[in-house]
């Protein structure tokens, strides 16, 4: 009987402070999943030592995968890992981040519920990375139903499992490098019904280095999708 199989993609930047503990944490998952399941670690042009650290691991680790790109930013980085994944013909793909803020744990849960897939994404009920994120979650939502007429419980969570043959489909919509892919495929998964449930999950403070992000790089980037989303309306 085949194994279903799972690639676990993760953007790396500027990392080198928790991409071991991450890596130790998350491996043990695809391992007891087996077959040819994957972890998947993109660095996305890093200025320090985290792709020296990916590719230590990757001698101790026959499932771990390090991937070193030009830097283009989170979104454009998870797009890569996507379509790596389902080039490869992974069974299923998850999403989540290298910060050390999401728990492996609470993975299995999405795991059992995987022939319901679809999407099935982390809601983070309660979160412990600031105010601010909050804010900014909150001013999203209203901000996509405005423009898409499709209510997004958290469209942007860093911790999802989709059917992989049904995520390369929504992967034509997506134009590349686009920076807030993860929020424009919950959209699509939400507008076409594909199936989106959202499981309650832990969401922690970054675990060690600094957030690339600031409020001045949020507003920025805010603006930018505003004028990205209108203009892709129509496409999805």
């Known amino acids: 009987m085949k194994h279903d199989s799972l690639y676990i993609i993760m953007p790396a930047y500027n990392e080198e402070k928790n991409i071991g503990a991450v890596i130790e944490q998350w491996y043990p998952v695809v391992e007891k999943i087996g077959g040819d399941s994957r972890l998947v670690v993109l660095n996305d042009g890093s200025k320090d030592g985290t792709y020296e650290k990916i590719r230590k691991y990757q001698e101790k680790y026959d499932r771990l995968i390090g991937i070193d790109k030009p830097n283009e ?27 050390g803020q999401t728990l492996p744990e609470e993975f299995w849960q999405f795991w059992e519920k ?48 989709m059917n992989g043959k049904q995520l390369k489909k929504v992967l034509k919509r997506i134009p590349d490098g686009f ?29 060690a280095g600094k957030n690339s992000i600031n409020m001045k790089r949020i507003i920025t980037i805010g603006k930018q999708a505003f004028h990205d989303f209108m203009r892709l309306r129509h496409r999805i």
């Open 73 to 99: 930013g989170h979104g454009g980085t998870i797009l890569k890992g996507y379509h790596y994944a389902v080039d490869a013909g992974a069974d299923y793909v998850f999403q989540t981040d290298t910060d």
């Open 114 to 161: 995987r022939k319901e897939c679809g999407l099935l994404i982390g809601y983070r009920k309660k979160r412990e990375d600031g105010i601010s994120r909050l804010f900014v979650t909150r001013v999203l939502r209203l901000v996509l139903f405005l423009i898409f007429k499709t209510w997004v419980k958290d469209a942007n969570t860093p911790y999802r499992l």
């Open 179 to 207: 920076f807030l892919s993860n929020v424009l495929m919950t959209v699509i998964y939400e507008k076409h019904h594909l199936h989106v449930e959202y499981i309650p999950i832990t969401f922690r403070p970054r675990q």
